[in-house]
């Protein structure tokens, strides 16, 4: 959605869903809220977390849980 129009789906944007609140892509235009980056909103969080969305904080595995072969360990330490 520009300041044009929706060039999706012949001149069709929906707008955005629940989820999309706290997002900083969406922009208001005649009293809706439309994303700036994708046309069909309800799609992208179809599947799972929008990969799109500045408000959602991706999980980091902590490395202290990734598991190190102690024989490689061994080797690099006597390097």
């Known amino acids: ?3 044009k129009g929706c060039s ?3 001149g069709i944007c929906h707008g955005i869903v629940e ?3 706290g997002c900083n892509r ?3 235009f005649s009293s809706k809220w439309y994303c700036t980056a994708y046309p069909d909103p309800s799609q ?3 599947t799972g977390n929008c990969n799109l969305a500045s408000h ?3 999980a980091v595995a ?3 849980k990734i598991k190190v072969n102690p ?3 061994s080797k690099r330490a006597a390097k």
């Open 19 to 21: 989820k999309c609140e």
């Open 8 to 10: 999706f789906n012949g």
């Open 26 to 28: 969406k922009i208001g």
């Open 44 to 46: 992208k969080w179809k």
């Open 62 to 64: 902590p490395e202290s």
């Open 1 to 3: 959605m520009s300041k």
């Open 71 to 73: 024989l490689k360990a």
């Open 56 to 58: 959602v904080v991706k």
